[in-house]
C-alpha cells in the first residue's frame, strides 16, 4: 500500500512539473510573438531601404510631409519600436502577470491589457520627444550660433543621459522596477481588463524612470543605426532582466560620459 502511494504521488508531481512547464510556455507565447514580428518588420524596413519611416529627424527634416502627418507616422512606428525594444525587458512581468490571471480570462486579453498600459506611458514619452525635437529643430533653424555648433545638441544629450545612468535615482527606479517584476502572489486587485492597464502603466512608469536617458541617446541617434538599437535594446534587456544586470549602469553612464568628451572635443580640435 504505501509503495502505491509513492508511485500515485509520484505521478501526481510529475503532472503538475508537466502542468507548470506547458503553462509557463502558454504565458510567453503571445508577448514573444509580438516581439518577433516587431522585430521583423524592423529587419525589414533596413533590407528594404525603409527606415526612414522610423527615423523622426527624416521625417521632421527631409520627408516634406506636414507636420500633423509626420506626428502620426512617427507614433505608429513608435508602436512597433517600443514592441521591439521595450518589450523583451519587460517579458517575465508579462509572463507572471498571465500567470496570477489564469483562468480569470482569455489570457491574450490580459496580457495584451497589461501591454497596452504599458506602451501607453512610452507612447506618452514618444510624443515629449518628438515635440522637443520638433523645437530643436526650430531653435537651429532660427538661431545661426546654433546652427554653426549644432554638435552641442549631442554633446549635451550624451552629458544629461552619461549623469542620469549614475544617479540615485536611475538607481531607485531601476530597483523597483525590477522589484514590480519579482514574481507575486496575488494581483493587486480583481483581475480586471483596466485593474491589468493600469498595472501596466505603473510597471511602465517606472521602466521610464528607469530608461528614458538611455532612449534619448536612442532618439538623438535618430533611429538610423540597426546596430545601435539592437545594442541600446541589449543594455536594457540586461539591466532588467539579467541577475546583477544593474550593475552596468555604472559602465553605460560612463560611457556616454566618454563619448560627450569625444563629441566635444571633435569639433573643438577640427
Known sequence: MASTRTTDTAHNV???????????????IFP??????????????????????????????????PWLVAFIVFLISWQIMTVAMMLPSALSMVSSIG?????????WLVQGSFILGYTFVWTLFACVAFLGDTLVHQLVNHWRWLYLHSWFIGTITLL?????????????????????AAPRTTLPGPARTGTIWRIGVRYGLFCLGACWAIML??????????????????????????????????AIGA????????WLLIPLMA
Not at 99 to 107: K, Q
Open 255 to 262: 560611457g556616454f560620459l566618454f563619448l560627450a568628451v569625444f
Open 160 to 180: 544629461v543621459a552619461g549623469c542620469f545612468q549614475l544617479s540615485p535615482l536611475k538607481r531607485s527606479c531601476l530597483q523597483h522596477c525590477c522589484h514590480e
Open 14 to 28: 510529475a503532472a503538475l512539473d508537466e502542468a507548470q512547464v506547458s503553462g509557463n510556455w502558454v504565458q510567453i
Open 99 to 107: 500567470a496570477l490571471s489564469r483562468g480569470r480570462g482569455p489570457l
Open 217 to 250: 541617446v536612442m532618439f538623438g541617434i535618430g533611429m538610423k543605426s540597426l546596430f545601435w538599437i539592437v545594442a541600446l535594446t541589449g543594455v536594457m534587456l540586461v539591466e532588467k532582466e539579467i541577475p546583477g544586470g544593474q550593475r552596468l549602469r555604472v
Open 32 to 65: 514573444w510573438l509580438l516581439v518577433v514580428i516587431a522585430w521583423g518588420i524592423v529587419l525589414l524596413a533596413f533590407v528594404t531601404n525603409r527606415a526612414s519611416l522610423i527615423d523622426h529627424d527624416y521625417l521632421l527634416r527631409t520627408s516634406r510631409l
